[in-house]
């Protein structure tokens, strides 16, 4: 049975930099993709980046685009999610999670596969 990690969330302060990595850990299977969600307090889920499994292409939320960067090494079955130019409202507890779908999946229903989190707090 296949498990993802996370860690690497923090406390930080505004302007600075983060690096989460999620692992895959158990028997191997392949996945269309793999994303980044992150829940702030009193708020739903929210997507928040992507990557997928083949070509590498990724997709971002508007409210993340040029300071957040997803990476992965299939190798290492790690995915990692570079943070830079943090804001408080960046603070969240980050999620990453599978999809067996191809294309750049954005709804939390298509993610079938969920680490525990991992929180990330921005001081200002």
């Known amino acids: 049975q296949v498990q993802l990690v996370e860690s690497g969330g923090e406390v930080v302060q505004a302007g600075g930099s983060l690096r989460l990595f999620c692992i895959a850990s158990?028997?191997?299977?392949?996945?269309?993709?793999m994303g980044w969600f992150r829940q702030a307090p009193g708020k739903g889920r929210e997507f928040v980046a992507i990557?997928?499994?083949?070509?590498?292409?990724?997709y971002y939320a508007d409210s993340v685009k040029g300071r957040f960067t997803i990476s992965r090494e299939n190798a290492k079955n790690t995915v990692y999610l570079q943070m830079s130019g943090l804001k408080p409202e960046d603070t969240a507890v980050y999620y990453c999670a599978s999809t067996p779908s191809y294309g750049l999946r954005r709804q939390e229903s298509e993610y079938t596969l969920w680490g525990q989190g991992t929180q990330v707090t921005v001081s200002s």
């Open positions: 158990g028997r191997t299977v392949s996945t269309g993709g």
């Open positions: 990557i997928t499994r083949t070509a590498g292409t990724q």
